[in-house]
T-cell receptor, first 112, second 114 residues
Framework: GNSVTQMEGPVTLSEEAFLTINCTYT??????LFWYVQYPGEGLQLLLK?????DKGSNKGFEATYRKETTSFHLEKGSVQVSDSAVYFC???????????FGTGTRLQVTL | DTAVSQTPKYLVTQMGNDKSIKCEQN?????MYWYKQDSKKFLKIMFS???????INETVPNRFSPKSPDKAHLNLHINSLELGDSAVYFC?????????????FGNGTRLTVT
């Protein structure tokens, strides 16, 4: 079946540091890939997505590239802010699947 | 205009009680979902309905019963609540015919069973 593996958190960074959160997946065929963000006490918001190999999703300074050869979709941001502190979820949706399969989430804490 | 709305936002109840959570979406989607988020933030699919028909039913105790009166509404009824049911429950919607599409989530219902 489909699965998503994310790096363990928490990740603690100073403001303006570079962020990478690793995500790899296992799926049959070519799934669509997503990053969601959950701010403290809030629901899940779509951050970005990519639907085919070599697509790059981007939003709010975050980027992720769909790498079929390494089955990865790592999240990056060049300069994090305190307001980016949240839990980040990598997820996939298979071509024939209705549901989203999530990774375990990675908590990001950004300090001044 | 809230796209996916859940009520209530918080629910505190005692073991053994029965409770319901309601969800409505105004996105015109034909598929709705319930996800459970545990204390470690892990998200797990529970149920999915497409046009009022149950299409996903993961390994969930039969004390949980979803109901979809129409494609814009999906409710979750829980009987005989247990301590382990404490979690955040998220409703979501999506067009099933487009698997490129993300799921749109509500803000969650935090259920606390004492």
């Amino acid at each position: 079946g489909n699965s998503v593996t994310q790096m363990e958190g928490p990740v603690t960074l100073s403001e303006e540091a570079f962020l990478t959160i690793n995500c790899t997946y296992t799926a049959t065929g070519y799934p669509s890939l997503f990053w969601y963000v959950q701010y403290p006490g809030e629901g899940l918001q779509l951050l970005l997505k990519a639907t085919k190999a070599d697509d790059k999703g981007s939003n709010k300074g975050f980027e992720a590239t769909y790498r079929k050869e390494t089955t990865s979709f790592h999240l990056e941001k060049g300069s994090v802010q305190v307001s980016d502190s949240a839990v980040y979820f990598c997820a996939l949706r298979g071509r024939t699947a209705s549901k989203l399969t999530f990774g375990t989430g990675t908590r990001l804490q950004v300090t001044l | 205009d809230t796209a996916v709305s859940q009520t209530p936002k918080y629910l505190v109840t005692q073991m053994g009680n029965d409770k319901s959570i309601k969800c409505e979406q105004n996105l015109g989607h034909d598929t709705m979902y319930w996800y459970k988020q545990d204390s470690k933030k892990f998200l797990k699919i529970m149920f999915s309905y497409n046009n009022k028909e149950l299409i996903i039913n993961e390994t969930v105790p039969n004390r949980f019963s979803p109901k979809s009166p129409d494609k814009a509404h999906l409710n979750l009824h829980i009987n005989s609540l247990e301590l382990g049911d404490s979690a955040v429950y998220f409703c979501a919607s999506s067009p099933i015919t487009n698997t490129h599409s993300p799921l749109h989530f509500g803000n969650g219902t935090r259920l606390t069973v004492t």
